[in-house]
């Protein structure tokens, strides 16, 4: 119970700040509790980065805030060895992204070379340099931040970067009256500074331990084989789904059943977060056109054509 009573104060901290925005929310959770990194894609100024330091500031944990710039070099994120005089030895000097929870910002506007310096950490949770292994975390969640494509100055991100998210959140614009209430009460500035920390970093490795022992039936396991196996038959599909993507959907649902205070899955838990989870590692074979549409489109059917068990 004391679990899912912090899991509920982290979720009323953020959404206090965050108005109107409960889905994007609970996606986030879920990516947090299933050790998963998030891209946050969306327009400029929807609360993007006020998501991020919610959360942030709802943990006990080391928060860091990488700014993503065209000039932006892998050494400024990962780190640098350094000479010391006194020792006349190389002593690596950490980057920003040793930290527990890493907010990187506008991840597409800085160049591929430096997006494929965030690979290894993403999935290995370790940063190599000189030949020595530097451990990340526990805990470690990287939510990076997207502009859309057609703005200007803007990258795409290689196929094998977005596979290392494992949910991909769009928080669209608030209704109106939620706006009004934003205008009204400003909670980026007058609530995301009073926010205080509901669990430190123990607590939460202990509920992504939690979120693993959450049971998973054959049945949901054939169904998740399912939904991943009618991507790679699709005729319309140039890469479909890779083993990486099932166990980020199977895992994804442990933490939305670990949400619901449950200790299993329901083949809900998989079906409303499987567009998320999967869309955006999806490839069409189409050359012209909105391919990350066209890809959602194609899951869409796929999800719905595929068969609920009970």
Do not use: W
Not at 146 to 155: A, M, R, V
Not at 224 to 240: D, F, K, P, Q, S
Request: net charge neutral.
């Amino acid at each position: 119970m004391a679990e899912i009573e912090k899991l509920q104060a982290l979720r009323q901290n953020v959404e206090s700040v965050l108005l109107g925005k409960a889905e994007p929310v609970r996606r986030v959770l879920v990516a947090l509790l299933a050790r998963g990194h998030v891209l946050l894609e969306d327009v400029p100024g929807v609360g993007k980065t006020i998501l991020s330091r919610a959360i942030a500031r709802s943990i006990h944990c080391e928060f860091s805030r990488i700014q993503l710039t065209p000039d932006l070099l892998p050494s400024d994120i990962l780190g640098v060895s350094v000479y010391d005089p006194s020792t006349g030895e190389f002593a690596f000097k950490k980057g920003p992204i040793f930290a527990h929870i890493v907010l990187v910002d506008e991840v597409n506007r800085t160049t591929p070379r430096t997006q494929s310096a965030l690979l290894e950490a993403m999935n290995e949770s370790q940063v190599s340099a000189d030949g020595t292994t530097h451990r990340l975390g526990p805990p470690f969640m990287v939510l990076a931040t997207q502009n859309p494509y057609d703005f200007e100055g803007t990258y795409f991100l290689p196929e094998n970067q977005l596979d290392r998210f494992m949910i991909r959140v769009q928080i669209g614009y608030p209704d109106r009256e939620t706006e009004r209430e934003i205008l009204r009460t400003k909670p980026a500035r007058t609530r995301l500074g009073a926010i205080e920390p509901v669990m430190g970093t123990e607590d939460l490795v202990a509920l992504q331990q939690a979120t693993d022992a959450v049971r998973l039936n054959e049945a949901i396991m054939d169904y998740v084989l399912t939904i991943v196996e009618a991507t790679r038959r699709h005729e319309e599909m140039a890469i479909g789904l890779s083993p990486r993507a099932s166990l980020a959907l199977a895992q994804a649902a442990r933490a939305s059943a670990l949400l619901d205070g449950r200790d299993y899955v329901v083949p809900d838990d998989v079906k409303q977060l499987a567009p998320a989870v999967c869309a955006h590692r999806l490839v069409t074979r189409a050359v012209a056109g909105n391919g990350a549409a066209a890809a959602e489109r194609i899951f869409q059917q796929i999800l719905q054509s595929t068969r609920v068990p009970r």
